[in-house]
């Protein structure tokens, strides 16, 4: 007699069992948060789990792990869990919040999603133009398209111009170049914000004057323009 438990290399599948990723499971390729190429991740769904978030901070985005090939229901069941803590709509915390530098700002751009640039206040201060104790509760990100509205801690800015020369990364963050961030605050902050703000950014070798001057001409009507030249 032939015991059940016996499957040749034909055999179906039982009913309901789900399948596990493994080692076997063909590698992902997933978009990094200031990483030119493709990552491939591959190995266990822990490791591909880690092999993200160790590059972006602890954090991780929904459309990330599916990249990666997990499933819906495993990324709602680790949720579920507590082994992906949620940060924002879709974006999580692999396992832990433990503070991290620049995790809120990382979080931010994960969470408006494909071609956002920390920019504005968030910008100047990465760059080290103001001082941190200026930030507000609110990180800055401009998107050059899409409808992708403000969030909890987040303001998002629309622009209709967003030129090769404005991007930057700093920190493994997409950013406002310093000219152009410079640019984008200039109106809501007082003049002698604004002007420590191009000396730090001259004596750190950050921002040459030919260089606003250029930002400036490549946006005549700016509101930031006149502020600048005051």
Known sequence: ETSNS????????????????????????????GLGAQLLVSGSRDERIAQIAS???GLVS???????????????????????LRVHRGVYAAGHRAPCPLAA?????????????LSHLSAAILWGL???DLATDRVDVTVAEGDRRDQ????????????????????????????????EIAPGVSGRWLERALDQGEVHRLLRRPEMS?????????????????
């Open 6 to 33: 016996s499957r040749g290399p034909g055999s179906a599948r039982p009913v309901g069992k789900k399948r596990r990723l493994n080692e076997e499971d063909p590698p992902g390729s997933v978009s990094i948060l």
């Open 214 to 230: 250029a930002a400036m001409d490549r946006f005549p009507v700016h509101g930031g323009r006149l502020a600048v030249k005051r």
């Open 130 to 132: 103001l001082p941190a």
């Open 62 to 84: 929904r459309p990330q792990l599916v990249l990666a090939r997990l499933s819906s229901s495993v990324i709602n069941g680790l949720q579920a869990r507590g082994q992906l």
């Open 55 to 57: 590059r972006q901070r």
């Open 105 to 117: 700002e990382t979080a931010a751009l994960l969470a408006v999603g494909p071609g956002a640039i």
């Open 152 to 183: 909890s801690g987040i303001r998002v800015h629309r622009t209709r111009r967003l030129d090769a020369v404005d991007r930057r990364i700093h920190q493994g963050l997409p950013v406002l170049s310093p000219a152009r961030a410079l640019l």
